[in-house]
Protein backbone atom coordinates (compact mmCIF):
# COMPACT_ATOMS: atom_id res chain seq x y z
CA UNK A 1 0.00 0.00 0.00
CA UNK A 2 1.15 3.58 -0.71
CA UNK A 3 1.02 6.44 1.52
CA UNK A 4 0.85 10.19 0.25
CA UNK A 5 1.83 13.11 2.43
CA UNK A 6 -1.77 13.77 3.44
CA UNK A 7 -1.87 10.88 4.85
CA UNK A 8 1.45 10.92 7.14
CA UNK A 9 -0.22 14.09 8.17
CA UNK A 10 -3.13 12.66 9.40
CA UNK A 11 -1.13 9.80 11.13
CA UNK A 12 0.91 12.25 13.17
CA UNK A 13 -2.20 14.65 13.58
CA UNK A 14 -4.17 11.14 14.86
CA UNK A 15 -1.10 10.78 17.58
CA UNK A 16 -1.08 14.30 18.63
CA UNK A 17 -4.54 14.23 19.21
CA UNK A 18 -6.80 13.96 22.72
CA UNK A 19 -7.02 10.09 22.08
CA UNK A 20 -3.75 9.99 20.49
CA UNK A 21 -0.14 8.74 22.11
CA UNK A 22 0.78 9.71 25.58
CA UNK A 23 4.61 10.08 24.12
CA UNK A 24 3.39 11.91 21.10
CA UNK A 25 0.72 14.26 22.38
CA UNK A 26 3.31 15.44 24.92
CA UNK A 27 6.19 16.78 22.55
CA UNK A 28 7.33 20.03 22.04
CA UNK A 29 10.15 22.00 19.81
CA UNK A 30 12.50 21.93 22.51
CA UNK A 31 11.85 18.33 23.41
CA UNK A 32 12.04 17.28 19.72
CA UNK A 33 15.26 19.80 19.10
CA UNK A 34 17.75 16.75 19.16
CA UNK A 35 15.89 13.97 17.49
CA UNK A 36 16.09 16.38 14.41
CA UNK A 37 19.65 16.94 14.28
CA UNK A 38 20.34 13.19 14.95
CA UNK A 39 18.13 12.65 12.31
CA UNK A 40 19.94 14.62 9.93
CA UNK A 41 23.19 13.37 10.44
CA UNK A 42 22.11 9.90 10.00
CA UNK A 43 20.79 10.87 6.89
CA UNK A 44 24.12 11.74 5.84
CA UNK A 45 25.40 9.20 7.38
CA UNK A 46 24.10 6.99 4.88
CA UNK A 47 24.99 9.54 2.47
CA UNK A 48 28.31 9.07 2.88
CA UNK A 49 28.25 4.99 3.30
CA UNK A 50 26.07 5.47 -0.36
CA UNK A 51 23.87 3.15 1.41
CA UNK A 52 20.66 4.07 -0.63
CA UNK A 53 17.91 1.65 1.21
CA UNK A 54 18.82 3.06 4.87
CA UNK A 55 18.63 6.58 3.31
CA UNK A 56 15.01 5.89 2.53
CA UNK A 57 14.69 5.05 5.60
CA UNK A 58 16.68 8.39 7.50
CA UNK A 59 14.35 10.48 4.55
CA UNK A 60 11.27 9.03 6.70
CA UNK A 61 12.54 10.34 9.47
CA UNK A 62 13.89 13.81 8.62
CA UNK A 63 10.64 14.24 7.02
CA UNK A 64 8.36 12.70 10.53
CA UNK A 65 10.37 15.55 11.97
CA UNK A 66 9.40 18.26 9.81
CA UNK A 67 5.64 17.37 9.89
CA UNK A 68 5.93 16.70 13.72
CA UNK A 69 6.45 20.26 14.21
CA UNK A 70 4.62 21.73 11.60
CA UNK A 71 1.60 19.74 13.37
CA UNK A 72 2.35 21.59 16.70
CA UNK A 73 2.60 25.05 15.16
CA UNK A 74 -0.94 23.53 13.34
CA UNK A 75 -2.44 22.97 16.94
CA UNK A 76 -1.70 25.96 17.72
CA UNK A 77 -3.16 28.00 14.97
CA UNK A 78 0.33 29.59 13.83
CA UNK A 79 0.83 27.60 10.67
CA UNK A 80 0.64 24.19 9.10
CA UNK A 81 2.34 22.59 6.47
CA UNK A 82 1.08 23.76 3.49
CA UNK A 83 2.52 26.76 4.83
CA UNK A 84 5.80 25.39 5.30
CA UNK A 85 5.25 24.23 1.56
CA UNK A 86 4.25 27.72 0.07
CA UNK A 87 7.21 29.44 1.87
CA UNK A 88 9.84 26.64 0.37
CA UNK A 89 8.43 27.14 -2.69
CA UNK A 90 8.52 30.73 -3.32
CA UNK A 91 12.15 30.69 -1.77
CA UNK A 92 13.31 28.38 -4.78
CA UNK A 93 11.41 30.26 -6.64
CA UNK A 94 12.73 33.64 -6.21
CA UNK A 95 16.23 32.91 -5.54
CA UNK A 96 16.48 31.04 -9.06
CA UNK A 97 15.89 33.70 -11.36
CA UNK A 98 17.45 32.20 -14.02
CA UNK A 99 15.04 29.35 -14.17
CA UNK A 100 11.64 31.34 -13.59
CA UNK A 101 12.75 34.70 -14.39
CA UNK A 102 14.87 36.34 -17.01
CA UNK A 103 18.71 36.28 -15.45
CA UNK A 104 21.11 34.91 -16.92
CA UNK A 105 23.67 33.03 -15.19
CA UNK A 106 26.99 30.71 -16.74
CA UNK A 107 28.15 28.80 -13.76
CA UNK A 108 27.57 27.42 -10.91
CA UNK A 109 29.38 29.66 -8.42
CA UNK A 110 27.11 32.59 -9.97
CA UNK A 111 24.32 30.82 -8.72
CA UNK A 112 25.15 30.99 -5.34
CA UNK A 113 26.52 34.30 -5.56
CA UNK A 114 22.45 35.48 -7.07
CA UNK A 115 21.17 33.21 -3.77
CA UNK A 116 23.48 35.13 -1.43
CA UNK A 117 22.17 38.65 -2.98
CA UNK A 118 19.05 37.70 -3.15
CA UNK A 119 19.06 36.14 0.85
CA UNK A 120 20.61 39.29 1.90
CA UNK A 121 18.39 41.55 0.27
CA UNK A 122 15.16 39.81 1.19
CA UNK A 123 16.79 39.56 4.80
CA UNK A 124 17.93 43.34 4.97
CA UNK A 125 21.01 42.54 5.83
CA UNK A 126 23.18 45.97 5.74
CA UNK A 127 26.33 44.93 6.12
CA UNK A 128 27.80 41.02 6.00
CA UNK A 129 28.30 41.37 9.76
CA UNK A 130 24.64 41.16 10.28
CA UNK A 131 24.46 37.93 7.86
CA UNK A 132 27.72 36.36 10.03
CA UNK A 133 25.46 36.75 12.96
CA UNK A 134 22.42 35.55 11.54
CA UNK A 135 24.15 32.01 11.11
CA UNK A 136 22.65 29.28 13.26
CA UNK A 137 24.21 28.91 16.49
CA UNK A 138 23.14 25.49 16.45
CA UNK A 139 25.80 23.94 13.65
CA UNK A 140 28.70 22.21 14.64
CA UNK A 141 31.16 24.68 14.68
CA UNK A 142 33.88 23.64 11.71
CA UNK A 143 30.64 24.66 9.59
CA UNK A 144 29.76 27.67 10.90
CA UNK A 145 33.08 28.68 10.84
CA UNK A 146 33.99 27.74 7.15
CA UNK A 147 30.05 29.32 6.42
CA UNK A 148 31.45 33.07 8.23
CA UNK A 149 34.77 32.41 6.42
CA UNK A 150 33.47 32.50 2.97
CA UNK A 151 31.32 35.80 4.27
CA UNK A 152 34.36 37.54 4.96
CA UNK A 153 35.71 36.56 1.54
CA UNK A 154 32.82 37.52 -0.46
CA UNK A 155 33.36 40.91 1.34
CA UNK A 156 37.16 41.22 0.37
CA UNK A 157 38.03 39.80 3.77
CA UNK A 158 40.10 37.26 2.67
CA UNK A 159 43.96 35.97 2.53
CA UNK A 160 45.00 36.35 -1.63
CA UNK A 161 46.94 32.85 -1.43
CA UNK A 162 47.09 29.53 -0.14
CA UNK A 163 50.41 30.47 1.23
CA UNK A 164 49.35 33.31 3.34
CA UNK A 165 46.45 30.54 5.06
CA UNK A 166 49.07 28.55 5.52
CA UNK A 167 51.59 31.36 7.14
CA UNK A 168 48.80 32.22 9.42
CA UNK A 169 48.21 28.89 10.67
CA UNK A 170 51.96 28.67 11.55
CA UNK A 171 51.40 31.99 13.49
CA UNK A 172 48.91 30.77 15.10
CA UNK A 173 50.25 27.84 16.28
CA UNK A 174 53.42 29.81 17.51
CA UNK A 175 50.80 31.53 19.69
CA UNK A 176 49.41 28.42 20.86
CA UNK A 177 52.35 26.84 22.23
CA UNK A 178 53.49 30.03 23.66
CA UNK A 179 50.34 29.95 25.75
CA UNK A 180 51.08 26.70 26.89
CA UNK A 181 52.54 28.75 30.27
CA UNK A 182 49.48 30.80 30.41
CA UNK A 183 45.96 30.05 31.63
CA UNK A 184 43.69 27.49 30.85
CA UNK A 185 41.57 30.49 29.33
CA UNK A 186 43.99 31.65 27.44
CA UNK A 187 45.07 28.54 26.02
CA UNK A 188 41.70 27.97 24.75
CA UNK A 189 41.49 31.31 23.07
CA UNK A 190 44.55 30.64 21.26
CA UNK A 191 43.59 26.96 20.18
CA UNK A 192 40.32 28.33 18.71
CA UNK A 193 42.36 30.79 16.69
CA UNK A 194 44.37 27.82 15.43
CA UNK A 195 41.34 26.07 14.79
CA UNK A 196 39.56 29.03 12.98
CA UNK A 197 43.32 29.74 10.81
CA UNK A 198 43.01 25.59 9.86
CA UNK A 199 39.32 26.36 8.87
CA UNK A 200 40.86 29.22 6.71
CA UNK A 201 43.11 26.64 4.97
CA UNK A 202 40.17 24.35 4.33
CA UNK A 203 38.02 27.02 2.43
CA UNK A 204 40.94 28.06 0.10
CA UNK A 205 41.53 24.33 -0.90
CA UNK A 206 37.24 23.77 -0.83
CA UNK A 207 37.31 21.12 1.59
CA UNK A 208 34.50 20.88 4.19
CA UNK A 209 36.40 20.75 7.66
CA UNK A 210 33.53 18.90 9.65
CA UNK A 211 34.00 15.98 6.65
CA UNK A 212 37.74 15.76 6.65
CA UNK A 213 37.46 15.83 10.80
CA UNK A 214 34.95 12.53 10.91
CA UNK A 215 36.77 10.96 8.27
CA UNK A 216 40.34 11.31 10.16
CA UNK A 217 38.29 9.78 13.54
CA UNK A 218 36.84 7.37 11.33
CA UNK A 219 40.33 6.23 10.16
CA UNK A 220 42.01 6.84 13.99
CA UNK A 221 39.21 4.22 15.25
CA UNK A 222 40.63 1.95 12.66
CA UNK A 223 43.54 1.74 13.29
CA UNK A 224 43.36 1.64 16.99
CA UNK A 225 41.53 -0.97 16.69
CA UNK A 226 44.38 -2.84 15.05
CA UNK A 227 46.62 -1.59 17.89
CA UNK A 228 44.56 -3.46 20.76
CA UNK A 229 44.63 -6.45 17.96
CA UNK A 230 48.45 -6.70 18.12
CA UNK A 231 48.84 -6.33 21.96
CA UNK A 232 46.20 -8.87 22.25
CA UNK A 233 48.12 -11.28 20.27
CA UNK A 234 50.96 -10.75 21.88
CA UNK A 235 48.76 -11.32 25.61
CA UNK A 236 49.61 -7.75 26.61
CA UNK A 237 47.44 -4.77 27.61
CA UNK A 238 48.02 -1.24 25.86
CA UNK A 239 48.36 0.14 29.84
CA UNK A 240 51.24 -1.72 30.99
CA UNK A 241 53.12 -1.08 27.21
CA UNK A 242 55.45 2.33 27.05
CA UNK A 243 54.90 4.85 24.25
CA UNK A 244 57.82 3.23 22.47
CA UNK A 245 55.96 -0.22 22.20
CA UNK A 246 52.46 1.90 21.16
CA UNK A 247 54.11 3.92 18.43
CA UNK A 248 55.70 0.66 16.53
CA UNK A 249 52.39 -1.42 17.04
CA UNK A 250 50.49 2.00 15.42
CA UNK A 251 53.12 1.76 12.63
CA UNK A 252 52.24 -1.78 11.92
CA UNK A 253 48.57 -0.29 12.25
CA UNK A 254 49.40 2.22 9.86
CA UNK A 255 51.25 0.11 7.21
CA UNK A 256 48.53 -2.78 6.88
CA UNK A 257 45.63 0.14 6.50
CA UNK A 258 42.95 -1.03 4.30
CA UNK A 259 43.08 -0.10 0.12
CA UNK A 260 40.30 1.71 0.39
CA UNK A 261 41.20 3.80 3.02
CA UNK A 262 42.26 7.71 2.54
Not at 63 to 74: C, P, T, Y
Not at 228 to 241: I, V
Request: aromatic share 8%; glycine share 2%; charged share 30%.
Amino acid sequence: MKYTLEDFKKIIAHLRAEDGCPWDKVQTHQTLKVAMLEEAYEAVDAIEKNDIQNLKEELGDVLLQVVFHAQIEEEKGNFDLSDVITAISEKMITRHPHIFAKEKVNTPQEVLQNWEQIKNKEKNYKTQAESMKNIADALPALIKAQKIQKKAKQAGFYFETIEQSIENVQKQLQKFEHSFTKSQQCQQKELGNLLLALVNVSTFLEINPEFALTKAVKKFINRFECVEQYALMDNRSLSDMTLEELELFWLQAKHSKSPTEE
